[in-house]
T-cell receptor
Framework: GEDVEQSLFLSVREGDSSVINCTYTDSSSTYLYWYKQEPGAGLQLLTYIFSNMDMKQDQRLTVLLNKKDKHLSLRIADTQTGDSAIYFCAERRPGINKFYFGSGTKLNVKP | NAGVTQTPKFQVLKTGQSMTLQCAQDMNHNSMYWYRQDPGMGLRLIYYSASEGTTDKGEVPNGYNVSRLNKREFSLRLESAAPSQTSVYFC?????????????FGPGTRLTVT
C-alpha cells in the first residue's frame, strides 16, 4: 500500500543465495520489517531493522538498509525449499502505530 | 496462548448480503488492524484501532465498518457485500511497548462475493 515497492517474483536454486529488494516511501520511517507468508497462512515477522542501522544479521538472514535511497534488502543464504513463500517488506511511519506493506515477493526455490 | 484468532475461515456471500468478521487477541495488545490482501497488491489497511474505544480509517475503508468491542476484540462488518470485496482479510495486533512494534497476524478469512 501507498507505494512500498517490491518485485513480484524471484526464482532461485536450492543452496544459492536469494536477495529480495524493497523501496519504501518515508525517510522518517523508524522501523522496517520483513514478514514471511506461507501458503494459506497469515504473515509472520522474519526480522526487522531500526532506521539508525545499516545492516542486521540473523543466522541465514542479512538485512541491508540504505536510508539515502530508501532501499531495503533481505538476503537469505543457502536458500532451502522450505524458504519458498511470499516475503513482504513493511515500514512503520512515525507518530501513529501504522504500517505500510509492499506487494510481496513470491520466492520459488527449485530443488 | 492462541495469539490472534479470526472467524470464519471461509465465507461465500451473495451481492448485497451482510456479514461480520470476528477477530480476537489474547496478548493484551492495545492496537488492532484489519487488512485485505489482493493478488499483486500486498496488504492494504482497511481500519485500525490504536486503543480500546478508538477507530480510524486506513487506505481502503469504503464499504466497511468496524467495532472495537473491548481490548480483545475488533470486528469488521460488510453491510452490503460487493464482488470487489472478494479478498483475503487479515486481522493483526501490535503493542508499542514491545519496542519493535511487531504485528501478529491471524490466519485470515477468505471471502468470496458472487
Amino acid at each position: 500500500g501507498e507505494d512500498v515497492e517490491q518485485s513480484l517474483f524471484l526464482s532461485v536454486r536450492e543452496g544459492d543465495s536469494s536477495v529480495i529488494n524493497c523501496t519504501y516511501t518515508d525517510s522518517s520511517s523508524t522501523y522496517l520489517y520483513w514478514y514471511k507468508q506461507e501458503p494459506g497462512a497469515g504473515l509472520q515477522l522474519l526480522t526487522y531493522i531500526f532506521s539508525n542501522m545499516d545492516m542486521k544479521q540473523d543466522q541465514r538472514l542479512t538485512v541491508l538498509l540504505n536510508k539515502k535511497d530508501k532501499h531495503l534488502s533481505l538476503r537469505i543464504a543457502d536458500t532451502q525449499t522450505g524458504d519458498s513463500a511470499i516475503y513482504f517488506c513493511a515500514e512503520r511511519r512515525p507518530g501513529i502505530n501504522k504500517f505500510y506493506f509492499g506487494s510481496g515477493t513470491k520466492l520459488n526455490v527449485k530443488p | 496462548n492462541a495469539g490472534v484468532t479470526q472467524t470464519p475461515k471461509f465465507q461465500v456471500l451473495k451481492t448485497g448480503q451482510s456479514m461480520t468478521l470476528q477477530c480476537a487477541q489474547d496478548m493484551n495488545h492495545n492496537s488492532m488492524y484489519w487488512y485485505r490482501q489482493d493478488p499483486g497488491m500486498g496488504l492494504r489497511l482497511i481500519y485500525y484501532s490504536a486503543s480500546e474505544g478508538t477507530t480510524d480509517k486506513g487506505e481502503v475503508p469504503n464499504g466497511y465498518n468496524v467495532s472495537r468491542l473491548n481490548k480483545r476484540e475488533f470486528s469488521l462488518r460488510l453491510e452490503s457485500a460487493a464482488p470487489s470485496q472478494t479478498s483475503v482479510y487479515f486481522c493483526a495486533s501490535s503493542e508499542a511497548g514491545t519496542g519493535t512494534y511487531e504485528q501478529y497476524f491471524g490466519p485470515g478469512t477468505r471471502l468470496t462475493v458472487t
